[in-house]
C-alpha cells in the first residue's frame, strides 16, 4: 500500500516546525529504509491533525477494533484541546516523528498533576508505521521525549524567568496510560525495560531529573 502524507503544516512560533511544506510517498510494504537516517520529533500543529489519523490508521492496520475503539472523533478532539491549552513554557504534548523528513510515527501525551509543584506525563498514543519499525525508533521517540523533559525541568523553573513568577511544573516521571499498541504484552514489557521504564505497582513509568550541563 503506498500512502502519499502531504505535509500541510506551516512554520508558526512553535518550535521545532520549519521545513514541513513538501509531499513525500513512501511504500507500507515494499520500501526499505535506509541504515543512516535523521530523526527527529516535531510539534504536532491543527494543520497537521490529518497526518496523525494518517500514521494510526496504517499503524494500526489489521486492529480496526482497536483503531475504532480508541482513535474517535473524540479522541482528537481531546488531542487538539490540550495543544490549545498549551502556554508559553509549557513542554509541548503532541509529535509527530519524522524520519529523513517523512513523518513515520506519532506520541501524543496529557498531563496529571501531581501537586502544585510537580506532574507526571501520560503517553496516550504512540505509533510507528510497519516499514519503519525495527530499526530503533521507537526507541528514539522515548530517548526524545525523555531529553525534552529533563530540558523543560531545568529551563522552566519560572514562567519567564522573573522572581515572583508562578513556577511551571516539573515532569516527575512519564508515564505510559491505557495505550493500545501493536506489540503484544510480553513485547510491550521487553521494549519498556530497554528504554528505561519500571513496573510500579499496576504503571509502567520513567523518572525524569533536571537536565545537568556537562
Not at 131 to 150: D, N, P, T, V
Not at 200 to 214: L, N
Amino acid at each position: 500500500i503506498c500512502v502519499t502524507l502531504f505535509h500541510t503544516m506551516t512554520a508558526t512560533s512553535a518550535p521545532n516546525q520549519s521545513n514541513l511544506l513538501t509531499p513525500h510517498t513512501f511504500s507500507s510494504s515494499n520500501s526499505t529504509p535506509p541504515l543512516a537516517y535523521r530523526f527527529r520529533l516535531i510539534g504536532l500543529i491543527d494543520k497537521s491533525l490529518s497526518v496523525l489519523k494518517i500514521l494510526n490508521r496504517y499503524s494500526f492496520s489489521g486492529k480496526d477494533r482497536i483503531h475504532e475503539e480508541v482513535f474517535s472523533d473524540a479522541f482528537y478532539e481531546q488531542v487538539m484541546k490540550r495543544n490549545e491549552s498549551l502556554k508559553a513554557g509549557d513542554l509541548l504534548l503532541n509529535y509527530l516523528a519524522v524520519f529523513n523528513d517523512i513523518p513515520v510515527g506519532a506520541l501524543c501525551t496529557k498531563t496529571r498533576s501531581q501537586d502544585c509543584d510537580s506532574e507526571d506525563l501520560l503517553i496516550v498514543n504512540v505509533c510507528v508505521l510497519p516499514a519503519y519499525r525495527k530499526l530503533g525508533i521507537g526507541k528514539q521517540i522515548m530517548s526524545e521525549l525523555r531529553e525534552m523533559c529533563e530540558r523543560h525541568n531545568s529551563e522552566g523553573v519560572s514562567e519567564g524567568g522573573d522572581k515572583g513568577a508562578a513556577k511551571k511544573p516539573h515532569v516527575r516521571r512519564i508515564v505510559m496510560d491505557e495505550v493500545k499498541c501493536v506489540l503484544s504484552d510480553t513485547e510491550k514489557d521487553t521494549f519498556l525495560r530497554k528504554v528505561g521504564f519500571e513496573k510500579i505497582g499496576d504503571e509502567w513509568a520513567m523518572e525524569i531529573r533536571a537536565k545537568t550541563e556537562e
